[in-house]
């Protein structure tokens, strides 16, 4: 029901801001709860953040908290990740993640439907 396309990603130097963004085919992409995941070379997809249908609720992984903000802009069909304060450690492959709208929030990878193709993050030191 809907297809996710992942970009931002990029080479940034640690300390800076980098911006994700998703953006999500079709007309009712407020029927969907949003997440961020993100893989590490020879690590285990990890959860890093949701955000609930209306963008009122939102979930961080601790690893992120305070540096990462996950957003939504309904009318644009786009679901986005604000990383600040960059660290080497955040370097992966950064997906993006759709669920059928719940009341709940969700960080399993099976709990998540839809997904995108990764975007590469790299952080310098």
């Known amino acids: 029901q809907v297809q996710l396309l992942e970009s931002g990603g990029g080479l940034v130097q640690a300390g800076g801001p980098l911006r994700l963004s998703c953006a999500a085919s079709?007309?009712?992409?407020?029927?969907?709860?949003m997440a961020w995941f993100r893989q590490a070379p020879g690590k285990e997809r990890e959860f890093v953040a949701a955000?609930?249908?209306?963008?009122?609720?939102?979930y961080y992984a601790d690893s992120v908290k305070g540096r990462f903000t996950i957003s939504r802009d309904n009318a644009k069909n786009t679901v986005y990740l604000q990383m600040n304060t960059l660290k080497p450690e955040d370097t992966a492959v950064y997906y993006c993640?759709?669920?059928?709208?719940?009341?709940?929030?969700?960080?399993?990878?099976?709990?998540?439907?839809?997904w995108g193709q990764g975007t590469q993050v790299t952080v310098s030191s």
């Open positions: 993640a759709a669920r059928a709208r719940s009341s709940v929030m969700a960080a399993g990878i099976s709990q998540y439907d839809y």
């Open positions: 079709g007309r009712t992409f407020s029927n969907y709860n």
């Open positions: 955000i609930s249908w209306s963008g009122v609720s939102t």
